[in-house]
């Protein structure tokens, strides 16, 4: 009997979803042509003087579509927390027993070392533009945050110790998250709305900037708990 009712609640299940996709064809051929692309033209045209940014993108994720990420920021924010749960709670790598050992310099090859060396500087540089510069060409806070952590994880694959305090890289995203809350929070609901091309643009740098240093932390905590964690396990 319990076999029987399964599969009719399979053959519900694959009726629901044959359904839900019909709806949604029908819907997408017979209106798609007629609304065309009322948001898209709206964005396009107005988000200039709207928001001050000169990049489409960044006037919509810091200012039309800022609920959506904080709530991108809240999510990088959660998996941060569950990979510090995953690889023993909130302690430091370097106070658990089965630790990778220490690796020095004279371990690794030396032309990836000098030519680390030389493309280190740059790479960071490039996310601190890619950052800072968002609201004007492509990029923003979460590419720029991105590529300062591929700064912090190709340290690692050349010099691969431990000397990295992740207790305050987990602190300090915590409090940048408030503070990206409370930023947009005080500009709009004190009545600090950005009304000038300085505020617009003061406002997206600090935003850009807020979001780029919390990315940074988040994936170089995530990815230090994990190589400790992997590495542990191994051992």
Wanted: with cysteine.
């Amino acid at each position: 009997m319990s076999s029987r009712a399964n599969s009719m609640m399979f053959y519900i299940r694959v009726l629901l979803t044959l359904a839900g996709i019909a709806v949604v064809v029908y819907h997408f051929v017979n209106f798609n042509e007629d609304l065309g692309a009322p948001l898209m033209e709206f964005f396009t045209d107005n988000f200039y003087a709207e928001t001050g940014a000169k990049n489409a993108v960044a006037g919509i994720y810091l200012n039309y579509r800022m609920f959506d990420t904080l709530f991108e920021a809240l999510m990088l924010l959660v998996s941060v927390m569950e990979v510090i749960n995953v690889s023993w709670s909130n302690k430091h790598p370097a106070a658990k027993p089965g630790r990778p050992k220490m690796i020095t310099l004279k371990s690794n090859s030396e032309i990836i070392i000098r030519m680390m060396g030389i493309v280190y500087p740059f790479v960071v540089l490039i996310g601190l533009y890619v950052i800072l510069n968002g609201h004007v060409s492509p990029g923003g806070g979460f590419q720029g945050g991105t590529i300062l952590a591929t700064a912090l994880i190709t340290r690692y694959l050349v010099y691969p110790n431990f000397d990295i305090d992740l207790d305050l890289m987990e602190t300090f995203e915590k409090i940048l998250f408030i503070f990206i809350i409370l930023v947009p929070v005080t500009y709009i609901f004190i009545g600090l709305v950005p009304k000038s091309n300085f505020t617009n643009e003061t406002y997206m740098i600090i935003m850009n900037t807020l979001i780029g240093l919390k990315v940074f932390c988040g994936l170089s905590v995530i990815f230090y708990r994990f190589v400790f964690f992997e590495g542990a396990s191994n051992d």
